[in-house]
């Protein structure tokens, strides 16, 4: 079966430090991936998304960057992190575009 | 625009009884809806899904309606439990698109 990994949990990062959040998935081969960030008691934003490695696409402009450098990694970046990049970030894959999507546990990231 | 939102913010409810959760979704398009359950610090769970060539689903103790007269989209859960207490989302695909979109939330509270 197929199951996702994001890490850390948490994070505390001051302002104008770097930023990498990690998130694999196993037991597929070329899964869509994607990388969401939810305000506290909101819905979820759509950041990036990536149809194959070295592919991505950015919904928002944003002080954020995505990579894939491998099959089944996806990464989310920041050179120099700002308050509002504070949030509860999720990683997701689907097998296809149109398809339901799986979610990570998320990272609750608190810049200060 | 597209927009996919929920009727009420919170809903609360006896252990035991059937709970209802709404959703009305703005583009006629949209062909694909799925609801997701999101505990406190956790990333979205897939519930069920349901397509637009459907006005019906049932899985375990939930069933999803889908009236595209209105542009309507309900939860039920049958016998509600205190382990169902959560934010419930609404999300919607367009085929067109390919992108998932949620609507706010609408938490549940399960009184025993």
């Known amino acids: 079966s197929q199951t996702i990994h994001q890490w850390p949990a948490t994070l505390v990062q001051p302002v104008g430090s770097p930023l990498s959040l990690e998130c694999t998935v196993e037991g597929t081969s070329n899964p869509n991936l994607y990388w969401y960030r939810q305000a506290a008691g909101r819905g979820l934003q759509l950041l990036f998304y990536s149809v194959g490695i070295g592919q991505i696409s950015s919904e928002v402009p944003q002080n954020l960057s995505a990579s894939r450098p491998q099959d089944r990694q996806f990464i989310l970046s920041s050179k120099k992190l700002l308050l509002s990049d504070s949030g509860f970030y999720l990683c997701a894959w689907s097998l296809q575009i149109n398809e339901k999507l799986f979610f990570g546990s998320g990272t609750q990231l608190s810049v200060l | 625009g597209e927009s996919v939102g929920l009727h009420l913010p919170t809903l609360s409810v006896q252990e035991g009884d059937n709970s209802i959760i709404n959703c009305a979704y703005s583009?006629?398009?949209?062909?694909?809806f799925i609801w997701y359950k999101q505990e406190s610090g956790k990333g979205p769970q897939f519930i069920i899904d349901i397509r637009s060539n459907m006005d019906k689903r049932q899985g375990q103790r939930v069933t999803v309606l889908l009236n595209k007269t209105v542009k309507h989209l309900s939860l039920q859960i049958a016998a509600t439990q205190p382990g169902d207490s959560a934010v419930y989302f609404c999300?919607?695909?367009?085929?067109?698109?390919?992108?998932?979109?949620f609507g706010q939330g609408t938490t549940l509270q399960v009184k025993p």
């Open positions: 583009n006629s398009a949209s062909d694909y």
């Open positions: 999300a919607e695909i367009t085929s067109n698109t390919g992108k998932l979109i």
